[in-house]
């Protein structure tokens, strides 16, 4: 048998289910940016990468509020959310030139909600072969970008900076 090491999923497998604070409005509250990996801040959401991702480039977008169904969100929240998901997009097609993007919401546990309590948007860049049989039999990831630099990227984008 092969082993695939990847210590820095450690951390996530160790706590699943034993989170006291909601990561989001923790990452929300954070005063460096850096740290829970927000690339973008706006009125009523931010945007933040996976720290766990399925891809490089993986973001989500994340109101403020803390909701766990979409009709407890206002109307602003969310059409900033949706222009939130179309400017990921815009800069993760210019940084990363993906084939495909996957936008979506898994609302509640039981579809696959990892982050139940607190609605936020994915935004995936993907590739063909990137659900090859390490991902869909192995059910492992390969993301060949560190996150540190993935976070540096996307922040110039949306700052408007070169990257």
Not at 94 to 104: D, F, K, S, T, V
Not at 132 to 145: D, H, L
Request: glycine content about 8%; some cysteine; overall charge negative.
């Amino acid at each position: 048998m092969d082993y695939l090491w990847t210590p820095w999923r450690y951390q996530y497998v160790t706590t699943a289910g034993e989170r006291g604070e909601c990561i989001f409005c923790a990452a929300a509250q954070a005063s460096d940016d850096r740290e829970p990996l927000v690339v973008h801040r706006a009125a009523r959401s931010f945007v933040i990468l996976n720290r766990f991702p399925y891809t490089s480039g993986h973001l989500m977008v994340v109101p403020y509020e803390h909701a766990r169904a979409l009709e407890e969100l206002a109307d602003e929240t969310l059409v900033e959310l949706i222009r939130l998901g179309r400017d990921s997009v815009k800069h993760l097609r210019a940084i990363y030139r993906p084939e495909g993007l996957n936008l979506g919401m898994n609302l509640g546990r039981s579809a696959g909600a990892g982050i139940a309590e607190h609605v936020h948007l994915h935004v995936l860049p993907r590739w063909a072969g990137d659900t090859s049989f390490i991902t869909t039999v192995g059910e492992t990831r390969v993301v060949p970008e560190e996150l540190e630099v993935t976070w540096e990227k996307l922040r110039r984008a949306f700052r408007g900076e070169p990257v």
